[in-house]
């Protein structure tokens, strides 16, 4: 996202100081060697979910798993297909191998129950205890689950978090049409207010928004990756509710679709490997397999895949498709209120924002005035 800042290969002594900007492909081609390197000396799992045996450690799938992502990320950032081919070989051989594979149900991901499963190929481990009170997570349901102050909490998830990273109305409305709302992906990853409705609670005459409570930036879908599950937390940390799920970095899904666009852009998918590679997510999400692949489908299976896992600003960035998505962004704000009176219409308050959509020099994030001050001969990016 910065594209060009200083190559520090090594720790800067004094005289590295005023380092200039550094030159993407003279880096990238390092990250790769350290990556080729490491899947070398690195361990293998003995077998399909077999990582649990070794913990939470990187393996030799890590690193190719790691050097496919930034060889196609970089290849497709600089149009540059010779980089999307060297992405092919490490992929290819994470599938080949296998000892990889999607796990049955999409929404046991991110889950305890899935710590260490066959889907996840490099994963943050948190102590499945935390009897010295010293949490070992990393807090994303805390950031990203229901917040009390506006809704009430449900038996099954019962801990509550800070309420950030819902859905778009524009993402629920993808999801709608790529998906179905009555499919088993678009429910692992958006949570309704009538599915929230249904849920049990405590006290059966308190459910949904509170009175009075608006939910901000919201538009009736909860993000369901990240929800403080009980049967997930910690139990012994008294009032403070944690989550002991391990949250994984990167997963077999994702290595079958870097895989399918690799094959796409190097040889337009000339045997058809690809296609098949991308229909494995598909069929596990439940929907029926494509008999042909173009980018598009490409682009739209990752961005339902891993919806919030913190891939879609790098993809539409790589793509060069970001001033078209965000054209819009931020102009509007949206505070969901429940049902109408009287109805199961969404009452949505729609409000303008302070947002103005996207600006060119969002290509390239900007180097920070400490580091400018620091250092006179970096070059700060076009339009900061």
Request: aromatic share 12%; charged share 25%; hydrophobic share 35%.
């Amino acid at each position: 996202v910065w594209h060009n800042p200083p190559f520090a290969d090594h720790i800067y002594s004094t005289e590295d100081m005023h380092a200039s900007n550094g030159d993407p492909k003279e880096m990238i081609d390092w990250v790769l060697a350290n990556l080729e390197q490491a899947a070398r000396e690195l361990p293998s799992i003995p077998s399909k979910g077999g990582q649990a045996s070794i913990g939470g450690r990187a393996t030799s799938a890590a690193a190719e798993a790691f050097y496919g992502k930034a060889a196609l990320w970089y290849g497709t950032q600089y149009d540059d297909v010779e980089y999307v081919k060297k992405a092919i070989a490490p992929l290819a051989s994470i599938i080949s191998s296998k000892k990889y594979d999607l796990i049955p149900n999409v929404a046991d991901l991110f889950r305890a129950k899935s710590d260490f499963c066959e889907e996840y190929i490099f994963e943050r481990n948190c102590a499945e205890t935390s009897a010295d009170k010293n949490i070992q997570n990393d807090n994303r349901q805390t950031w990203r689950s229901l917040r009390l102050d506006n809704v009430y909490i449900p038996t099954a998830i019962r801990a509550y978090g800070w309420a950030f990273c819902h859905p778009t109305q524009e993402f629920v409305d993808f999801m709608k049409q790529h998906d179905g709302e009555d499919n088993a992906r678009f429910q692992a990853k958006l949570l309704s207010y009538e599915r929230l409705l249904a849920m049990e609670y405590a006290n059966p005459d308190e459910k949904g928004i509170k009175p009075g409570c608006s939910y901000p930036n919201h538009v009736g879908y909860w993000n369901a990756t990240c929800l403080m599950w009980d049967e997930d937390l910690y139990t012994e940390t008294g009032n403070n509710f944690y989550s002991r799920a391990n949250n994984p970095v990167i997963r077999y899904a994702e290595v079958l679709l870097m895989y399918a666009e690799a094959q796409f852009i190097a040889n337009r998918d000339a045997d058809g490997s690809g296609l098949n590679a991308l229909n494995k997510v598909r069929e596990r999400a439940g929907l029926s397999p494509l008999s042909s692949l173009t980018m598009q489908d490409i682009i739209d299976e990752r961005r339902a895949e891993l919806y919030c896992e913190s891939e879609r600003w790098f993809d539409i960035i790589r793509w060069k498709i970001a001033d078209e998505v965000l054209a819009d962004a931020g102009k509007k704000r949206y505070a969901f209120k429940g049902y109408k009176p009287g109805t199961t219409e969404y009452d949505i308050e729609v409000t303008d924002g302070e947002g103005h959509g996207w600006d060119d020099k969002y290509w390239e994030l900007p180097f920070g005035d400490n580091q400018l001050q620091a250092n006179p001969n970096l070059v700060q990016h076009k339009g900061w």
